[in-house]
T-cell receptor
Framework: SAVISQKPSRDICQRGTSLTIQCQVDSQVTMMFWYRQQPGQSLTLIAT?????????ESGFVIDKFPISRPNLTFSTLTVSNMSPEDSSIYLC???????????FGPGTRLTVT | GENVGLHLPTLSVQEGDNSIINCAYS??????FIWYKQESGKGPQFIID?????DKRQGQRVTVLLNKTVKHLSLQIAATQPGDSAVYFC???????????????FGAGTRLAVHP
């Protein structure tokens, strides 16, 4: 299975600012995904990060609020823009390889917005 | 620690007992299901999967049962250990991309608390 790291592991930010979260994988992967997990809740898919093209966003999530980059097959970033306290969540990166339906998750980034 | 699972339903069991965690899924067209385990401060970890053409699959100390008639999935953990304490999520795979790649829809989750 792929080894996934995320930076930062946690951060406390002021409202109105932006934070960029990095996801690094130790091998080339086809698909990378970004999830949000609000306190005490399940995981919700934000978007799928496609290498060489724009990300595909789920209903309720927009590019202006959550811009995503995928410059190569081992790295992606998610930016949480113009943050408000409602954005306080754990943000998780996951990857899958080819038609391998298993998704492997990173450790997550815990964001608190004050 | 992280408050993952703070507001989720909790299943409390004694160490050594068997645990059964249940999940209802929504999409009758889903043909692949996964159980994940999430420990405090960590990302979800794959436990076991099952395809819709099966009704049971066994792993090491875990068994997943699938009832497509009522769209119900369960995870059975034998001889539950303190290390099994975590939040457990079921997820169904929903087709999305023409290239054959899919997305996961996660269930609400259940917190398993194992007492010595």
């Amino acid at each position: 299975s792929a080894v996934i790291s995320q930076k930062p592991s946690r951060d406390i930010c002021q409202r109105g600012t932006s934070l960029t979260i990095q996801c690094q994988v130790d091998s080339q992967v086809t698909m990378m995904f970004w999830y949000r997990q609000q306190p005490g809740q399940s995981l919700t898919l934000i978007a799928t990060a496609n290498q060489g093209s724009e990300a595909t966003y789920e209903s309720g999530f927009v590019i202006d609020k959550f811009p995503i980059s995928r410059p190569n097959l081992t790295f992606s970033t998610l930016t949480v823009s113009n943050m408000s306290p409602e954005d306080s969540s754990i943000y998780l990166c996951s990857v899958s390889q080819g038609r391998d339906y298993e998704q492997y998750f990173g450790p997550g980034t815990r964001l608190t917005v004050t | 620690g992280e408050n993952v699972g703070l507001h989720l339903p909790t299943l409390s069991v004694q160490e050594g007992d068997n645990s059964i965690i249940n999940c209802a899924y929504s999409n009758s067209a889903s043909d692949y299901f996964i159980w994940y385990k999430q420990e405090s401060g960590k990302g979800p970890q794959f436990i076991i999967d099952i395809r819709s053409n099966m009704d049971k699959r066994q792993g090491q100390r875990v068994t997943v049962l699938l009832n497509k008639t009522v769209k119900h999935l369960s995870l059975q953990i034998a001889a539950t250990q303190p290390g099994d304490s975590a939040v457990y999520f079921c997820a169904e795979l929903v087709g999305m991309f023409s290239g054959g790649y899919n997305k996961l829809i996660f269930g609400a989750g259940t917190r398993l608390a194992v007492h010595p």
